[in-house]
């Protein structure tokens, strides 16, 4: 019954690779999110999709590209990856609406460049 | 400079005692505030709304200060499981989360 499951949950990989992240939620929620959480465990957003569009894209390298094939999905395709992107990657989803709606977030997929 | 501030810590204190957390925003149009609780290595998890009239449950009590653009966080009768990393978030535009750095917390027995 996972509401925000993303996979892989742990990725080592060579720099230069090119890898993907997914996420999927059951949650009926209208958007989602990719959050980066670096080494001094700052939660920072990278993108936001809205029912599939596009609503927030944050000063991030053009080398990460999100994909949201349906709102239920949003996956993270990264080009040439660096030493910086190490980090934990979480996503997450929230419904449309004014004022209170929090953000549910998966469980993070661990990512190490060597 | 950051649009959530918090003071990282880390605050270490006996099983029992009552801890305040505090967090300052800069951005007056954020709608709501929102603790999440982040254990180690583990998914940020929603703890509670932060409202202007100040909200509790159960020990955990949350309070907004719009005029000084200030959010709290107490903790009373603190137990070993609330060891964890606190973060305070501002809504934005519906969507937009912003956190702070967090502020860590390890209740000793």
């Known amino acids: 019954d996972t509401a925000v499951s993303q996979t892989p949950k742990y990725l080592v990989t060579q720099m230069g690779n090119d890898k993907s992240i997914k996420c999927e939620q059951n949650l009926g929620h209208d958007t989602m999110y990719w959050y980066k959480q670096d080494s001094k465990k700052f939660l920072k957003i990278m993108f936001s999709y809205n029912n599939k569009e596009l609503i927030i894209n944050e000063t991030v390298p053009n080398r990460f590209s999100p994909k949201s094939p349906d709102k239920a999905h949003l996956n993270l395709h990264i080009n040439s990856l660096e030493l910086g992107d190490s980090a934990v990657y979480f996503c997450a989803s929230s419904p449309l609406g004014v004022g209170d709606q929090p953000q549910h977030f998966g469980d993070g997929t661990r990512l190490s460049i060597l | 400079r950051k649009e959530v501030e918090q003071d990282p810590g880390p605050f270490n204190v006996p099983e029992g005692a009552t801890v305040a957390f505090n967090c300052t925003y800069s951005n007056s149009a954020s709608q709501s505030f929102f603790w999440y609780r982040q254990d180690c290595r583990k998914e940020p998890k929603l703890l509670m709304s932060?409202?202007?009239s100040g909200n509790e449950d159960g020990r955990f009590t949350a309070q907004l200060n719009r005029a000084s653009q200030y959010i709290s966080l107490l903790i009373r009768d603190s137990k070993l499981s609330d060891s964890a990393t606190y973060l305070c978030v501002g809504l934005y535009n519906n969507n937009d989360m912003r956190f702070g750095a967090g502020t860590r917390l390890t209740v000793k027995p």
């Open positions: 932060v409202y202007s």
